[in-house]
């Protein structure tokens, strides 16, 4: 039996207990059970409440933007988006994304149009979105990945030249900054989520931000009656309103964001340091920012080099309860609703399929420490060094 790998032989694994990917902060059951009590105090529950309107005051301070709408999730943010723009036609996306992103184009009406990543970041590629701009496009709806962001200014010029609406799904990017500016004011709106698996955590949620007096006014006026602010027309309104509950655990998020910020950074040190050198395997920096919430660990592995396959890597290490996982798997224009096209589609766009096959994601986050991180990194050399005995196994055991 190859060293390190005692599970794939039916043996205890090396971790008692799963090590997700997510980051699951939460506050101490003493934080949380009072911010409770004065909820249940005042019963105000919901309809834009004092935590509520506390938690969008203080995401506009952090993030420097004039506008945050708080919403009950993300993917109801980039709906409110889409609408609070009146985009029509077609919006350029990126396939290499939750399936959400494009979900929220469909639910206003619109037609995603798939365009290819980099291959060095995984971020929208701007030359890609100039072969896809026609006279029925009206938007650009770029990703920002990995605790990363793509070329903002090259979209920018774009969107200026082709006069196209520009917003971006910042779901994975609170707390990023591009040239200390911090994410949340470029184009006309960013989307950001505050699901569990995110740095900054409300259980479930998010918040659209922007500069825009108007667009802010429609973005209200749809979320709810509550705190709509001015009123303004709107073709439709939903009921985006975010909870008392949901508010309370984000503002504690909010405050225990810098030492979050800074233990991800210190794991993802630990990866990038004791992965550094093994033969085909590459850990993805955060791109394009000043600064990182450093909120994932993206790598990629080639086959060739390393011994195994991304898929039997992955089998090794959830044996070992290292819940890691393929992200984005499969591209969105595979994907049930989105695959009339797909295989015109899959020909135009090489480099997300390329990533479908190749990368995935290690744990990082509050379940994680940096001597686990270590041994993550140790498995994995290990993996490589022992691929050759270690192939029969995974084929026997799966």
Known sequence: MPHNFSAISGNAPTFTEPLPVGQLYFPDWSRYEAAMRGIWERRYYTNHGPLAQELEASLAHFLNVKHVVCVANATIGLMMAAEALVLKGKVIVPSHTFIATAQSLKWCGLQPVFCDVEPSDHQIDPQQVVGLIDEDVSAILAVNLWGGACDVASLDVLAREYDLALYFDSAQAFGCAIDGVPLASFGQAEVFSFHATKVLSAAEGGCVTTNDDDVAA??????????????????????????????????????????????NKALFDVYRSNLAGIPGLRILDPANVTSSNYQYAVCELDEDAFGLSRDQ???????????????????????????????????????????????????????????????????????????SALRPLIAREY
């Open 218 to 263: 429609r973005l209200r006026n749809i979320r709810s009656s509550y705190g709509a602010g001015r009123p303004t027309q709107v073709v439709k309104t939903s009921n985006g309103r975010i909870s008392e509950a949901q508010a309370a655990i984000a503002l504690m998020s909010l405050d225990d964001y810098p030492s979050i910020q800074a233990k």
């Open 313 to 387: 890597l992955l089998r090794l290490l959830q044996a070992e309860n290292v819940i890691a996982r393929r992200y984005f798997y499969p591209g969105t224009h595979r994907c049930k609703g989105f695959d009339d096209n797909a295989d015109a589609d899959a020909a135009r766009l090489p480099v997300t399929e390329r990533l479908c096959q190749v990368g995935f994601q290690l744990p990082l986050g509050s379940r994680l420490f940096a001597e686990s991180a270590l041994k993550i990194s140790t498995l994995i050399k290990c993996a490589h060094e022992q691929a």
